[in-house]
């Protein structure tokens, strides 16, 4: 069984940062993307960045202040935000799309952490 567990949300400041990390867990033969979506209330669940055999990809509104962070040793990935705004507050999910049945790969999420940015 294959398990996202993330950490590092909270409360900070517009301006300020956060870092977000998830570890996957359980059986795992490989991984292809790693990312990080947000949903925020009453809206869609929107790509935020996401990491692929060394390439990234981001959401024009992080540009230049998030950065998306992949250890494949440790089945991690790590989202630091910085000059965080209002507009960034939602709730964080991590998703990674692996191999946990040879040849097969699915997509899972985390349980999602919250981040507020205040004014």
């Keep these: 069984q294959v398990q996202l567990v993330e950490s590092g949300g909270g409360l900070v400041q517009a301006g300020g940062s956060l870092r977000l990390s998830c570890a996957a867990s359980g059986t795992i033969f490989s991984i292809s993307v790693m990312g990080w979506y947000r949903q925020a209330p009453g ?7 996401d990491i692929s055999g060394g390439y990234t990809n981001y959401a024009d509104s992080v540009k230049g202040r ?21 507009e960034d507050t939602a709730v964080y999910f991590c998703f990674a799309n692996l191999e946990s049945k040879p040849g097969y790969f699915f997509g ?6 919250q981040v507020t940015v205040s004014s």
């Design 108 to 113: 899972y999420w985390g349980q999602g952490t």
């Design 43 to 49: 809206k869609q669940r929107e790509l935020v960045a």
């Design 66 to 86: 998030f950065t998306i962070l992949r250890d494949n040793a440790k089945n991690t990935v790590d989202l630091q935000m910085n000059s965080l705004k209002p």
